[in-house]
Nanobody
Framework: QVQLEESGGGLVQLGGSLRLSCTGPERIFKNYALAWFRQFPGEEREFVSSISWSGSDTYYADSVKGRFTISRDDPNYTLALQMNGLKSEDTAVYYC???????????????WGQGTQVTVSS
């Protein structure tokens, strides 16, 4: 069973920064596009950002564009999400995911982590 594991979540002040990481097995980082999703209480998981298998293409939800940056470090099997200018509406559980294409659709991803909580306090 493929395991993706997120880390780096926590409590941060409004306007602050946080860097999330996701690690996984070699075969995921060699063959899959990767993404971050987030889930608010009582809502569906929503797309945040994705990066292609090669790392050459990145995509962002409008709500995070210009504030969040996705990157992948394949030699170290790590996916990152740098989050700057955090807002209270960014408070959610953040999940990393792996799939064939860097899609915005949740159903396109085959593997998921367990999630990490990000809480932005005012």
């Amino acid at each position: 069973q493929v395991q993706l594991e997120e880390s780096g979540g926590g409590l941060v002040q409004l306007g602050g920064s946080l860097r999330l990481s996701c690690t996984g097995p070699e075969r995921i980082f060699k063959n899959y596009a990767l993404a971050w999703f987030r889930q608010f209480p009582g809502e569906e998981r929503e797309f945040v950002s994705s990066i292609s298998w090669s790392g050459s293409d990145t995509y962002y939800a409008d709500s995070v564009k210009g504030r969040f940056t996705i990157s992948r470090d394949d030699p170290n099997y790590t996916l990152a999400l740098q989050m700057n200018g955090l807002k209270s509406e960014d408070t959610a559980v953040y999940y990393c995911a792996a799939g064939i294409h860097p899609s915005v659709h949740r159903a396109s991803y085959d593997y998921w982590g367990q999630g990490t909580q990000v809480t932005v306090s005012s």
